[in-house]
């Protein structure tokens, strides 16, 4: 069977339009949503604390990659979660398929 060649966007698409990398996705927007609201409540009283640290980790290992320091920095987050949902979203798509494969040809994963 032969593969057929897809755009940039379609590849984009096939990838992260599953439930295992919209979920990630989602997790990810909860976290910076509780971060920028931790920091928010927090910057009148002083105490900066470390919830900013929880969205690198929550992007992590690819996160911790970028080598910026600074407000520069937090473009780590952004990248990070699309590059581990664009993962998650691979492995998905190719457990998912390989099942699909398998009881084509009569196979049961059982």
């Known amino acids: 069977m032969a593969k057929t060649s897809r755009s940039l966007p379609q590849t ?9 990398a919209l979920g990630y996705l989602g997790v990810v927007l909860a976290v910076c949503l509780w971060v920028a609201a931790d920091g928010f409540f927090t910057s009148s ?11 690198f980790l929550v992007t992590a290992p690819t ?12 473009i780590a987050i952004p990248i990070g979660a699309v590059v581990q949902a664009l993962a998650l979203g691979a492995m998905y798509r190719y457990v998912t398929e ?3 494969h398998g009881t084509e040809h009569g196979v049961s994963s059982a």
Do not use: K, Q
């Not at 984009?12 to 599953?18: K, P, S």
């Not at 996160?63 to 937090?74: A, D, K, M, Q, R």
């Open 45 to 55: 009283s002083g105490d900066a604390g470390f919830a900013g640290v929880w969205a």
């Open 63 to 74: 996160s911790l990659l970028v080598p910026f320091t600074g407000p520069v920095g937090l």
């Open 12 to 20: 984009l698409r096939h990838y992260l339009a599953n439930p295992l």
């Open 98 to 100: 390989r099942r699909a």
